[in-house]
């Protein structure tokens, strides 16, 4: 079972953040330099198709993952304990990287215009950063680098 929870989670992580460093490192730049809204609007309408998905199961197998790790939930916010501390970072990357999704889904995108292009990169790049700080706590887990 835990073979498999983390491979979804890994499959999650890799649609999740593929997609996000595809958009800020190329889709964006273009679109902001030949003011395109049409340009933003077909990638975000085709990667929301899997993207979404993805980032729901990462968060479904993420816990699943997490509680193996310490089924005890006061140690998920335990900053002392390694596997703790880990957690919580997961978490807290998580909650960040949802207001800034649900914040840019609900009232960026359906307001995007060419004069508030720059808004929607606001969301876009501190998204797809905190997208590859969630894969590196989570190799954290198995390399031990923030224990």
Excluded: C
């Amino acid at each position: 079972m835990y073979g498999l929870l983390l491979f979804l989670h890994l499959l999650g992580a890799t649609v999740w953040t593929g997609g996000h460093l595809v958009l800020a490192l190329t889709i964006l730049p273009r679109a902001l330099r030949e003011r395109s809204v049409e340009e933003l609007r077909r990638f975000e309408a085709s990667f929301e198709r899997i993207g979404i998905p993805a980032l729901a199961l990462q968060i479904v197998t993420g816990l699943l993952l997490a509680y193996r790790q310490a089924p005890d939930l006061s140690r998920w916010f335990d900053f002392g304990d390694p596997i703790g501390r880990l957690i919580a970072l997961k978490l807290l990357l998580l909650a960040a990287t949802l207001a800034l999704a649900v914040h840019a889904r609900l009232r960026v995108i359906p307001r995007l215009s060419e004069r508030n292009l720059t808004l929607l990169a606001w969301h876009v790049i501190p998204v797809t950063i905190l997208a590859v700080l969630l894969l590196a706590v989570g190799l954290s887990f198995r390399t031990g680098w923030l224990w």
